[in-house]
């Protein structure tokens, strides 16, 4: 497994900005696809967005196409979520998760490492 730690949550205006960053502990991390999942309170935690081992693809969830921005970069053993235009619904904790397949898929059980979220609030 792979030791992933979320940072850039925090409070931030509807239609502000905010940059997630997970770092991961392992010089594995590029045999890995990436994932953004995100959970609030009362809800399933669900996929954000994912990006693929060599970071040339990557997959949104439709709420936030558009918006987001997830990237890459293996010298840095880091994975970044550029979070444009943020909306109320937006507010939730957000977790980075690696994965052991070539594409990143939005189903949970498919990721065999977690970091422990980062809490993202959007006022509106």
């Known amino acids: 497994q792979v030791q992933l730690v979320e940072s850039g949550g925090g409070l931030v205006q509807a239609g502000g900005s905010l940059r997630l960053a997970c770092a991961a502990s392992?010089?594995?991390f590029t045999w890995n696809s990436e994932g953004w999942f995100r959970q609030s309170p009362g809800k399933e935690r669900?996929?954000?967005?994912?990006?693929?081992?060599?970071?040339?693809?990557?997959f949104y969830a439709d709420p936030v196409k558009g918006r987001f921005t997830i990237s890459r970069d293996n010298a840095k053993n880091m994975v970044l979520l550029q979070m444009n235009s943020l909306k109320h619904e937006d507010t939730a904790v957000y977790y980075c998760?690696?994965?052991?397949?070539?594409?990143?898929?939005?189903?949970?059980?498919?990721?065999?490492?977690w970091g422990q979220g980062t809490q993202v609030t959007v006022s509106s």
């Open positions: 392992e010089f594995t």
């Open positions: 669900e996929f954000v967005a994912g990006i693929s081992k060599g970071g040339d693809r990557t």
């Open positions: 998760a690696a994965s052991s397949y070539d594409l990143p898929e939005p189903k949970l059980h498919m990721y065999h490492s």
